[in-house]
């Protein structure tokens, strides 16, 4: 692999390979010294055009555990508060020796745009572009659930079950990374959002579409359940445009301890956080013994890891 972009690209056997990985950096996090000297001597930049807590501390932990020298460059209080273009920044960021760069940016797209614009040598990473993809994020779903729901997880995929994704698909990055991925490694996928919630043009996706969280749990067998944050950021006209108010909401397409124990006894809960409790989760729902929720921001830095030593060092072999 040369950039890490979307989910869209990658075949079974390279997100295998990421998912084997992970696991192989999650073992040596549990050891007494965590740090490896695997990038020493790399540069991996973190680019961040929108505002991150979780994910951009996940890829400097990353890196920093693989030894990599890691520059954090945010666009506020940079040039690019007072204009600068992203090929320029590009161009700086090069000039830098830039090994990786870690992007992330309001416009969709513009992850595909450094990787190939020509202005950068290294890899890209894309940690979320607008409304289109967010791939380490779909990678870390993909891992959790494989950990908790496949019995030799080591080479497998997750073919044979069903992930429902509740909530904002129209907004959600990780709604559209994780369709594509959790297709590639065999799960069915069934979204569930309102009508208004769902994105034009859906039908060519990887995926069945209901309309309640209620129909869901009734119709189908879910191994995991993964609730969307309502990204009332991104909506326009207020918080509460695409549905009648946050109540409403809350009792159609909100997890609660009911819905929660209707569910198979082995499945899970998950949440690409941060959560808004009492919307779209209970606190119940979310501190229960069936959450994940935790262990995916934990299992986040494995990936970003392993996403870091297959682009940067290849086959070299971890040391």
Same mark, same amino acid.
């Given at each position: 692999?040369?950039?890490?972009?979307?989910?869209?690209?990658?075949?079974?056997?390279?997100?295998?390979?990421?998912?084997?990985?992970?696991?192989?950096?999650?073992?040596?996090?549990?050891?007494?010294?965590?740090?490896?000297?695997?990038?020493?001597?790399?540069?991996?930049?973190?680019?961040?055009?929108?505002?991150?807590?979780?994910?951009?501390?996940?890829?400097?932990?990353?890196?920093?555990?693989?030894?990599?020298?890691?520059?954090?460059?945010?666009?506020?209080?940079?040039?690019?508060?007072?204009?600068?273009?992203?090929?320029?920044?590009?161009?700086? /960021?090069?000039?830098?020796? *830039?090994?990786?760069? !870690?992007?992330?940016?309001?416009?969709? $797209? #513009?992850?595909?745009? +450094?990787?190939?614009?020509?202005?950068?040598?290294?890899?890209?990473?894309?940690?979320?572009?607008?409304?289109?993809?967010?791939?380490?994020?779909?990678?870390?779903?993909?891992?959790?659930?494989?950990?908790?729901?496949?019995?030799?997880?080591?080479?497998?995929?997750?073919?044979?079950?069903?992930?429902?994704?509740?909530?904002?698909? /129209?907004?959600?990055?990780? *709604?559209?990374?994780? !369709?594509?991925?959790?297709?590639?490694? $065999? #799960?069915?996928?069934? +979204?569930?959002?309102?009508?208004?919630?769902?994105?034009?043009?859906?039908?060519?996706?990887?995926?069945?579409?209901?309309?309640?969280?209620?129909?869901?749990?009734?119709?189908?067998?879910?191994?995991?359940?993964?609730?969307?944050?309502?990204?009332?950021?991104?909506?326009?006209?207020?918080?509460?445009?695409?549905?009648?108010?946050?109540?409403?909401?809350?009792?159609?397409?909100?997890?609660?301890?009911?819905?929660?124990?209707?569910?198979?006894?082995?499945?899970?809960?998950?949440?690409?956080?941060?959560?808004?409790?009492?919307?779209?989760?209970?606190?119940?729902?979310?501190?229960?013994?069936?959450?994940?929720?935790?262990?995916?921001?934990?299992?986040?830095?494995?990936?970003?890891?392993?996403?870091?030593?297959?682009?940067?060092?290849?086959?070299?072999?971890?040391?």
């Amino acid at each position: 692999m040369r950039h890490l972009l979307g989910t869209t690209d990658l075949s079974r056997e390279d997100a295998i390979l990421l998912l084997d990985t992970a696991a192989q950096m999650a073992a040596t996090q549990e050891r007494e010294v965590r740090k490896l000297p695997t990038l020493r001597g790399k540069t991996v930049v973190n680019l961040f055009f929108e505002d991150s807590t979780r994910t951009r501390i996940s890829f400097e932990a990353a890196a920093k555990r693989l030894s990599a020298d890691v520059i954090n460059f945010s666009a506020k209080g940079s040039s690019v508060s007072k204009g600068e273009s992203l090929k320029d920044t590009a161009l700086t /960021l090069q000039a830098m020796g *830039a090994d990786a760069v !870690v992007v992330r940016h309001w416009a969709s $797209g #513009a992850a595909y745009q +450094l990787a190939h614009g020509g202005w950068l040598h290294g890899s890209v990473l894309n940690a979320g572009d607008g409304t289109h993809q967010h791939p380490t994020q779909a990678l870390l779903d993909a891992f959790t659930a494989r950990r908790h729901l496949v019995a030799d997880p080591t080479g497998q995929g997750l073919d044979g079950l069903t992930v429902a994704i509740v909530g904002d698909v /129209l907004h959600s990055r990780v *709604a559209r990374s994780n !369709v594509h991925l959790l297709n590639t490694l $065999g #799960a069915h996928v069934v +979204l569930v959002a309102p009508p208004t919630l769902v994105p034009v043009g859906i039908e060519p996706w990887p995926c069945t579409v209901v309309h309640t969280l209620d129909q869901a749990i009734e119709t189908y067998d879910i191994d995991a359940l993964m609730m969307l944050r309502v990204q009332r950021e991104r909506m326009s006209g207020g918080g509460d445009a695409f549905f009648p108010s946050p109540a409403e909401y809350s009792r159609i397409y909100g997890l609660d301890a009911d819905r929660m124990n209707r569910l198979p006894d082995h499945a899970i809960v998950m949440h690409p956080g941060p959560m808004n409790r009492g919307l779209e989760i209970s606190a119940e729902a979310a501190d229960s013994p069936r959450s994940v929720i935790v262990e995916q921001v934990a299992n986040g830095v494995a990936v970003r890891m392993a996403a870091l030593y297959l682009l940067l060092a290849g086959e070299e072999g971890a040391q």
